[in-house]
């Protein structure tokens, strides 16, 4: 190779020139369960990104069983290994989609300065529907349970949506680091 001359390298969307670091990006999806959220993350996944949907870990892990899905203690242990996974993935260079839904800002900050520390970005992809739209997407689901999914009573699903803290336009830019 030319000494002068960088050769380029495409990925996805990205462009990396020889001899520089891809800088990767942190996805985190946030919402409430049946506002879209998997469906985004498998799009950002067909673009070169491995996505990590919490759901999918503990049903692999611990069976289709609700209770697992609703015991704090597993999803914890789940989503924290999945984050350490994050981590080393994007220090590597390639880009993660954390499928969480990351109902609190503080999760999420948290999340975004642990990526920002390897070196990834973030983005913060906020979808959102009417609760009333989001419980009859539920029930329709839970007649015909997709793999990777659990079961959501509407109880849940309202007492849910009072937990989760809508992003501002702030927090919805993409951080670069």
């Known amino acids: 190779m030319n000494c002068c001359r960088r050769e380029r390298l495409h990925v996805g969307e990205a462009t990396l020139v020889a001899g ?5 990006t942190l996805h985190l999806t946030c919402g409430l369960p049946c506002a879209g959220k998997t469906t985004l993350a498998r799009e950002i996944e067909q673009r070169g990104a491995l996505r990590l949907t919490g759901d999918e870990w503990i049903i692999h892990f ?4 609700p209770a697992a899905a609703r015991d704090g203690a597993i999803r914890s242990s ?3 290994a999945l984050l350490k996974l994050a981590l080393r993935v994007l220090s590597l260079g390639v880009d993660v989609v954390l499928d969480f839904g990351v109902w609190s800002r503080s999760e999420r900050e948290e999340f975004r300065a642990r990526a920002a520390a390897v070196g990834a970005r973030s983005e913060l992809h906020f979808v959102d529907a009417p609760l009333d739209v989001l419980i009859t997407r539920v029930a329709a689901r839970n007649a015909d349970l997709p793999p990777g999914t659990f079961a959501i009573d ?3 699903m309202r007492l849910w949506a009072t937990w989760l803290e809508r992003p501002d336009a702030d927090e919805l830019r993409p951080r670069e680091v």
Do not use: P, S
């Not at 520089?20 to 990767?24: H, M, S």
């Open 62 to 65: 611990h069976g289709d069983d």
């Open 154 to 156: 509407e109880e849940e």
């Open 78 to 80: 789940v989503e924290a």
């Open 20 to 24: 520089e670091q891809f800088i990767a």
